[in-house]
């Protein structure tokens, strides 16, 4: 990223750590990673040149900070802006993303589709690996499938593990993600029948239909992720209490968890939600032209 590119950022937001990068995505509610049509809406355009991630050095930035930001709890991270690019969002404005979209046809589950969906619905989340191998494809065609699946809100990252190598258990950027619905992150959407259900993803109760997330102590932090090793050796994956458990949550009739008001969902139509995303877009990116947001949108 260069000087230029940073001194053109009209927000005067500067994101110089995590908790910077955190604030700033709280403030903006919904913003692309990467730089884009849409001029200094980016966290890269606000991080400054010697924070950023370029591979020509040791510094992580936003690439390592992204992790604390998913795990901070209530924050959406995934590939589903500019038609498939990767984006956060607060709750509040990703659930208005997904009432939009998944009113729309074009933005159905196909066939691979709802086979990764059955697996999360069964397992709690999935990996890339998984992915792989459950429709026997390679990295490319499983990524594709994953990718399509964020645009069309249907999965998230539901966490992101830092993996340490060698006998110094060195860190050097590399990360293993987990996928999990979006309900289990932000809440669901009322009133629609569907994959966000009633009473959960299997309209039971709960994501496994038995009692919680998954019900017995794994992915909830009882029994962690592997509750032994994890994926840093230490104690669990990434020492925290696994994919999609970050936020302990009581458990009410059914086995699904209670949601706060301010999380059970828009509650008006997706046009709505449209207007809504729209108006709030160009509050917070004046360059934002409402034929950018449609193209952002999707």
């Known amino acids: 990223m260069s000087i230029d590119k940073h001194a053109g950022n009209p927000f005067g937001v500067r994101v110089v750590n995590a908790e910077s990068m955190l604030r700033a995505i709280r403030e903006m509610g919904i913003v692309p990673f990467f730089e884009n049509a849409i001029p200094g809406y980016s966290i890269e355009e606000m991080t400054p040149p010697e924070f950023w991630f370029d591979g020509d050095s040791d510094t992580l930035g936003p690439w390592d900070w992204k992790v604390d930001c998913v795990q901070s709890g209530d924050v959406a991270y995934g590939k589903f802006l500019w038609n498939g690019k990767a984006a956060f969002a607060t709750a509040q404005w990703y659930r208005e993303l997904m009432n939009y979209r998944r009113s729309l046809p074009k933005y159905e589950p196909d066939a691979a589709g709802r086979k990764i969906l059955d697996y999360v619905d069964a397992n709690g989340s999935i990996a890339s690996k998984d992915i792989r191998r459950l429709l026997g494809l390679k990295k490319s065609g499983a990524d594709a499938a994953c990718a399509r699946l964020q645009m069309q809100c249907r999965l998230l990252v539901g966490d992101i593990a830092r993996v340490y190598r060698g006998p110094d258990l060195h860190y050097v950027g590399w990360q293993l993600a987990t996928f999990c619905a979006p309900e289990g992150i932000v809440g669901g959407i009322p009133d629609q029948v ?14 496994d239909g038995k009692g919680g997330y998954d019900g017995k102590g794994g992915y909830d932090g009882k029994g962690g992720y592997d509750g032994k ?70």
């Open 194 to 207: 569907g994959y966000d259900g009633i009473g959960g993803y299997d309209g039971k109760g709960g994501y």
């Open 229 to 298: 090793g994890g994926y840093d050796g230490k104690g669990g994956y990434d020492g925290m209490v696994g994919p999609c458990g970050k936020r302990p949550r009581l458990l009410g009739p059914g086995g699904f968890p209670f949601v706060d008001e301010e999380e059970q969902g828009p509650g008006h139509s997706p046009e709505e939600s449209y207007r809504l995303l729209n108006a709030h877009i160009q509050s917070v990116a004046p360059a934002a032209t409402p034929a950018l947001i449609a193209k952002m949108l999707g």
